[in-house]
Nanobody, 121 residues
Framework: QVQLVESGGGLVQAGGSLSLSCAASGGTFSTYAMGWFRQALGKEREFVAS??????YYGDSVKGRFTISRDNAKNTVYLQMNSLKPEDTAVYYCAIVRGLGGPRGGSYDYWGQGTQVTVSS
């Protein structure tokens, strides 16, 4: 079955950088967008970014600081996070959906288990 496994979370100081990876297995993903969402403690899930072929989408709070990329040969999506802020602290989830992707979390078909990112001030 389809599995998504995130890695790369951790603790970083404000202003620093961190890179997340998510490897997909158990299927063919050329027709799937791959995306990242996050959920901070006590808050609703928030769209971070998604990518499908040349189409990328970013949440307003991360535009200009985060970059999503994808290696189709490895079925892996990456999230490069720069200029991190304490408000970026959250559990980051990888997810996939058929089609262009975008911010509608409810439409995503598969989710990873999440990886914690903590940004200290």
């Amino acid at each position: 079955q389809v599995q998504l496994v995130e890695s790369g979370g951790g603790l970083v100081q404000a202003g620093g950088s961190l890179s997340l990876s998510c490897a997909a297995s158990g299927g063919t993903f050329s027709t799937y967008a791959m995306g990242w969402f996050r959920q901070a403690l006590g808050k609703e899930r928030e769209f971070v970014a998604s990518i499908f072929r040349s189409f990328t989408y970013y949440g307003d709070s991360v535009k200009g600081r985060f970059t999503i990329s994808r290696d189709n040969a490895k079925n892996t999506v990456y999230l490069q996070m720069n200029s991190l802020k304490p408000e970026d602290t959250a559990v980051y989830y990888c997810a996939i959906v058929r089609g262009l992707g975008g911010p509608r979390g409810g439409s995503y078909d598969y989710w990873g288990q999440g990886t914690q990112v903590t940004v200290s001030s």
